[in-house]
């Protein structure tokens, strides 16, 4: 990935709608020129796909927390993760270093939609105990940049 990938990486995370004409102006190329790049891009998983970025509030989804996931025993994070991904609620899990096995990012309509989902995350099998972290307010959240 040179430069000029860089900068064009860039536009998409700024407006993942601009046009190849557009992106070209941008960074120097034509259109036809962008989409070969961005083509190759993709095919090296790079960029991994267009979306919508969709506030989940407005959606009635505004209540998330972070939850440390101990298991009982070595459980493989496949296993973790096979357990976690019929829940609709986990919105991303990960692996860590340290005492959890996993930390596990849920969002819920409410506070008492939320408990259940800790009911339900915490009757799985392969879960010991979780602790729980309610978001108050989100201070940061960015996509991540090629120059960074």
Same mark, same amino acid.
């Given at each position: 990935?040179?430069?000029?990938?860089?900068?064009?990486?860039?536009?998409?995370?700024?407006?993942?709608?601009?046009?190849?004409?557009?992106? &070209?102006?941008?960074?120097? $190329?034509?259109?036809?020129?962008?989409?070969?790049? %961005?083509?190759?891009?993709? *095919?090296?998983? /790079?960029?991994?796909?267009?979306?919508?970025?969709?506030?989940?509030?407005?959606?009635?989804?505004?209540?998330?927390?972070?939850?440390?996931?101990?298991?009982?025993?070595?459980?493989?994070?496949?296993?973790?993760? &096979?357990?976690?991904?019929? $829940?609709?609620?986990?919105?991303?899990?990960?692996? %860590?270093?340290?005492?959890? *096995?996993?930390? /596990?990012?849920?969002?819920?309509?409410?506070?008492?939609?939320?408990?259940?989902?800790?009911?339900?995350?915490?009757?799985?099998?392969?879960?010991?105990?979780?602790?729980?972290?309610?978001?108050?307010?989100?201070?940061?959240?960015?996509?991540?940049?090629?120059?960074?």
């Amino acid at each position: 990935m040179d430069a000029i990938d860089q900068r064009i990486v860039s536009c998409l995370v700024t407006d993942a709608r601009s046009s190849y004409a557009e992106i &070209g102006g941008a960074v120097g $190329l034509s259109a036809p020129a962008v989409k070969r790049r %961005v083509d190759k891009l993709l *095919d090296m998983g /790079v960029l991994r796909g267009f979306t919508a970025v969709v506030d989940p509030e407005a959606l009635g989804w505004g209540t998330e927390a972070f939850v440390e996931v101990h298991c009982r025993g070595n459980i493989p994070p496949s296993e973790i993760r &096979g357990r976690l991904e019929p $829940l609709p609620e986990v919105v991303a899990a990960y692996t %860590v270093s340290g005492a959890a *096995d996993a930390i /596990v990012h849920l969002r819920a309509a409410n506070i008492h939609h939320l408990e259940t989902v800790l009911e339900r995350l915490r009757g799985l099998d392969i879960v010991d105990r979780t602790i729980s972290t309610v978001v108050l307010s989100t201070l940061l959240d960015r996509p991540p940049t090629p120059e960074h």
